[in-house]
Antibody, heavy 120, light 110 residues
């Protein structure tokens, strides 16, 4: 079954760091651009970042630029999000998402999400 | 904050048709395709419509999408109780160089 499984979420103090992972299975991970999307409790969806298939290009939302870094290991079929200088407003469920083949931004496969709580 | 504006809520009785609007600008909907997602409570979003009006495998045809100028819309025909969910539009924004989601619309089946 095509699947994405996030891990690495948890409770962190403001100013702290966390690295999220997203393990992909049952599809050719290296063929796809990949994304991170987050959702604060009770709020809407917010796009966070995108990385190209060979990791040669990355894109970020202005709210995380300079603090978050997206990367991938195609040999391990894993996507990462390194989050530094975390703020209260970064508290959210973080989803990794794969676009439908032939598109770059229509996400047909989502992970179950991992919760990140930034609080002192 | 979101640059795509949706009505916060919409409702209908079973069997009715409900339409959700998504208003953007020339840098997003006006020049890029629109996708629509359904999110049930406690679940990850599900792709409903891609490239303005295309159905992913398994999505019933009673969901339909359209785009005109800088706006898009999602229509749900033959409303069913299981359609009660949050709905989001999304489009790439060339000015922000990033993806933008709509503010979200909660659909209630009366």
């Amino acid at each position: 079954e095509v699947q994405l499984v996030e891990s690495g979420g948890g409770l962190v103090q403001p100013g702290g760091s966390l690295r999220l992972s997203c393990a992909a299975s049952d599809f050719t991970f290296s063929d796809y651009w990949m994304h991170w999307v987050r959702q604060a409790p009770g709020k809407g969806l917010v796009w966070v970042s995108r990385i190209s298939d060979a990791a040669t290009s990355t894109w970020y939302a202005d709210s995380v630029k300079g603090r978050f870094t997206v990367s991938r290991d195609n040999a391990k079929n894993t996507l990462y999000l390194q989050m530094n200088s975390l703020r209260d407003e970064d508290t959210a469920v973080y989803y990794c998402a794969r676009p439908l083949a032939g598109t770059r931004n229509a996400f047909d496969i989502w992970g179950q999400g991992t919760m990140v709580t930034v609080s002192s | 904050q979101s640059v795509l504006t949706q009505p916060p809520s919409a409702s209908g009785t079973p069997g009715q048709r409900v339409t959700i609007s998504c208003s953007g600008s020339s840098s997003n909907i006006g020049s890029n395709t629109v996708n629509w997602y359904q999110q049930l409570p406690g679940a990850a979003p599900k792709l409903l419509i891609y490239t303005n009006n295309q159905w992913p495998s398994g999505v019933p045809a009673r969901f339909s999408g359209s785009r005109s100028g800088t706006s898009a819309s999602l229509a749900i025909s033959g409303l069913q109780s299981e359609d009660e969910a949050d709905y989001y539009c999304a489009s790439w924004d060339d000015s922000l160089n990033g993806l933008v989601f709509g503010t979200g619309t909660k659909v209630t089946v009366l």
